[in-house]
């Protein structure tokens, strides 16, 4: 088996391409060894991994965070922790419902009259940025719209990244704004 890395626009993240599907149901996250433990049995050997601060499952990648230390450590240990799960052809979410996703923090927010602009904002968000934002390692998830605003949560390689902000400023914004007067601006939760 031959696992790919690729480098993210954020330097506390790797991009892991194993050639085959992750996780079929979209993206999750794991941010803490407990969560990890509940719901991947993948997850959980990675944040094993000393050094390894959070792991994103993408369709066909795994994204990992580090706390610190330099990848030229981390890398090795973390290509050898998914070979040796793949190979051995374990599951890579917990049975019986304990993979599905971890909740976000709180419910979808906006104005029962604001639902066709919602529905045009989360149809630009699935065709043309979340795409472009998972070959990062990452993913963009909707929030919430309030007073043209639009509130989006950033997660794997998309959280923390030092580019993130310019990623929702200039891309993600002009692109709203531009399809979708009523968006004034875009901010991350």
Known sequence: MFIQTEVTPNPATLKFLPGRVVYEEGATEFLTPEDAALRSPLAHKLMAVPGVASVFFGFDFVTVTKTNGDWAHL?????????????????????????????????????????????????????????AVAQDGGDITFRGFRDGTVYLNMRGSCSGCPSSTATLKHGIQNLLRHFIPEVETVEAV
């Open 75 to 131: 890398k090795p240990s973390i290509l050898a922790t998914l070979m040796e799960h793949f190979v051995a052809g374990e599951p890579v979410m917990a049975a019986g419902g304990a993979g599905a996703a971890a909740p976000e923090s709180g419910e979808e927010f906006f104005a029962e009259d604001e639902a066709p602009i919602v529905d045009a904002i989360k149809e630009l968000l699935a065709t043309r940025v979340r795409p």
